[in-house]
């Protein structure tokens, strides 16, 4: 549906490679500095580094998402844009390979209009009446 400017971070009001923080943020309405520290803190748990897919699969799952892969049928035709097009209702995290966003209610929240790039996976909040 359409691309919402959002950039929670208190120090940088730009691109910083913090897309997975911001999403995070977003997606789980909280600040992005505790969106920071938690996810650190579940890397150093793991003794992996807070950006690697076990981390975020880790957290993410311990707060109610649970992840999907898109088709293979095509995955550089299927963009964030049609993502949220598709999914109007909801809590997401799209993971393209290089970039996380939040989606929420039909709208994807970023620094950036990242529309185009391409979701290879997502995380669904499993708990509906939280929408």
């Given at each position: 549906?359409?691309?919402?400017?959002?950039?929670?971070?208190p120090r940088h009001k730009r691109s910083v490679g913090d897309c997975t923080v911001r999403a995070l943020s977003k997606a789980l309405d909280t600040t992005w500095e505790s969106a920071y520290i938690d996810l650190a803190s579940e890397g150093y748990e793991m003794g992996d580094m807070p950006s690697s897919n076990a981390v975020l699969n880790s957290y993410l799952t311990s707060n109610?998402?649970?992840?999907?892969?898109?088709?293979?049928?095509?995955?550089?035709?299927?963009?964030?844009?049609?993502?949220?097009?598709?999914?109007?209702?909801?809590?997401?995290?799209?993971?393209?390979?290089?970039?996380?966003?939040?989606?929420?209610?039909?709208?994807?929240?970023?620094?950036?209009?990242?529309?185009?790039?391409?979701?290879?996976?997502?995380?669904?909040?499993?708990?509906?009446?939280e929408w």
């Open positions: 549906m359409s691309y919402v400017f959002y950039n929670p971070n109610g998402f649970r992840r999907y892969v898109v088709d293979n049928y095509c995955p550089p035709c299927y963009s964030i844009s049609d993502f949220t097009n598709e999914h109007f209702r909801g809590v997401y995290i799209l993971c393209t390979g290089t970039h996380v966003v939040a989606s929420i209610s039909g709208s994807y929240f970023d620094s950036w209009d990242s529309g185009d790039e391409p979701v290879i996976f997502y995380y669904m909040k499993e708990n509906k009446e």
